[in-house]
């Protein structure tokens, strides 16, 4: 068997800020996602990047070392799993905007993906991270597809007045930075 | 945003041999997953590998290429997704033993995975394809758990027989080479 060099994971580390804005926002969905497993509350992970793997080097027993290798596009969405025996999809993003959240920022398959899951029962949503607002807010696929339809003849972006209308805000905190199962066993349980 | 560069899918290739031994196995599953997906049957995906990302050479501004990675352990299964609103997980895997199946090819924390996610409502289970026999099983996490908590003091594998008599034989196909699904929707739903 090989021996996968194996590296810290970088969702264990903590923050101690008095704020989580200056943290990674996937360092901080992952802290979360490590709380509720940690706390039998909900499986959830984020999906490995997809890489196209070219070039491997063999020479070094121990480990293999890829020497080259280009992103590919995700199928799916970043994160999914279950919680209370529901299946959890979603896809997380940031936007440095104060105003809007640009539609281009979510691929056409993950839309068609996050459409897919919820007709087969799914509870699927997008997280957007509004960092100069310290804003977090979780918007349900349906108003996903909705936006996502407009932007094809008409605004390119979700404003920040359609999330505030639409979308939940999620609470921060320092345990679970991005508390969206809060949301989800609010409203969608 | 990064162009990448897009690989022509390995799963949406066709296979035309009169059986399906000689293919390999994970198209075989990802045939089958493309299947149920494009027949909108169920939405179950493969994940990548998990890689370690070292080195990223820029100077092509179309395609970022990765020159330094490695394979690291995977923290969960290889797939999963929802039918029928429930969540599915599993791992594949292939030996060439006619007799047994080596426990060691499960990794620990996978265990613990599948047993996890089914205690969270989830319908987990390992797929093993003993190739020289054509033959694929379908054991359930229970099953998977008992056989592994056997290995740390007793026998490090699952006999043939064992799977005969515990495992679900899964049908072959063209259109779904592995039928899985069958199995669960006759017995677990």
Excluded: C, W
Aim: charged share 30%; glycine share 4%; aromatic share 14%.
């Amino acid at each position: 068997m090989v021996n996968y060099p194996i590296k810290k994971k970088a969702s264990t580390e903590r923050v101690s800020t008095s704020a989580n804005r200056g943290m990674n926002f996937e360092l901080m969905i992952n802290q979360t996602n490590d709380f509720y497993l940690n706390n039998d509350i909900a499986i959830i992970y984020k999906k490995p990047i997809p890489i196209q793997i070219v070039g491997v080097d063999y020479q070094r027993r121990s480990a293999a070392k890829i020497t080259e290798a280009y992103y590919k596009l995700p199928s799916t969405t970043d994160y999914n799993g279950i919680y209370k025996g529901r299946y959890i999809d979603f896809e997380a993003k940031e936007t440095k905007s104060k105003t809007s959240f640009p539609i281009k920022n979510i691929h056409e398959h993950q839309v068609i993906h996050l459409k897919r899951v919820k007709e087969h029962g799914a509870i699927s949503f997008i997280i957007v991270y509004f960092s100069a607002l310290g804003k977090i807010f979780l918007l349900e696929t349906e108003y996903v597809v909705r936006f996502f339809e407009r932007s094809k003849t008409g605004k390119k972006s979700i404003t920040i007045e359609e999330f505030e209308e639409f979308a939940y805000l999620i609470k921060e905190g320092y345990t679970k930075p991005v508390d969206y199962l809060e949301i989800v066993e609010r409203e969608f349980i």
